[in-house]
Nanobody, 125 residues
Framework: QVQLVDSGGGLVQAGGSLRLSCAAS????????MGWFRQAPGKEREFVATITGSGSNTYYAASVKGRFTISRDNAKNTVSLQMNSLKPEDTAVYYC??????????????????WGQGTQVTVSS
C-alpha cells in the first residue's frame, strides 16, 4: 500500500516556473514507477511524465518535453516535477501516481494503482 500527497501548486504568470512535489509512504518506494498526470476542466486526465523506480529512465509527453523535468529522491520517498516556461494551457490539477512494476515506464491512467489527491496549477496569460 502506498499513500501519496501532492503539493507545490499555485498561481504563476506565463513563462514562470513551479516545482511540484509528491511524498510517498511505505518502505518500497524505489520499486515503484512514478508518474505525473494532469486534468484540465472538462478534459480527461492526461499523461505528463514518468520515471522508473531507480530513476534511470524518464519519459515525457510531447507537450511538456524540454520544459518539465521529473526527478525522484528514493532516500526521501519523494518525486518532483520541475515546470519551467509555463503556458496557460498547462493550467490543470496535477496528480502524482505510483505503479509497483517499477522497472518500466507507464503512460496510461489505467496502468497506475495509487494516486495523490492533486494540486492545482494555474498559469495566467
Amino acid at each position: 500500500q502506498v499513500q501519496l500527497v501532492d503539493s507545490g501548486g499555485g498561481l504563476v504568470q506565463a513563462g514562470g516556473s513551479l516545482r511540484l512535489s509528491c511524498a510517498a509512504s511505505g518502505r518500497t518506494f524505489s520499486s515503484y514507477t512514478m508518474g505525473w498526470f494532469r486534468q484540465a476542466p472538462g478534459k480527461e486526465r492526461e499523461f505528463v511524465a514518468t520515471i522508473t523506480g531507480s530513476g534511470s529512465n524518464t519519459y515525457y509527453a510531447a507537450s511538456v518535453k524540454g520544459r518539465f523535468t521529473i526527478s525522484r529522491d528514493n532516500a526521501k520517498n519523494t518525486v518532483s516535477l520541475q515546470m519551467n516556461s509555463l503556458k496557460p494551457e498547462d493550467t490543470a490539477v496535477y496528480y502524482c501516481a505510483a505503479e509497483r512494476r517499477g522497472g518500466l515506464l507507464w503512460v496510461r491512467v489505467r496502468e497506475y494503482e495509487y494516486w495523490g489527491q492533486g494540486t492545482q496549477v494555474t498559469v495566467s496569460s
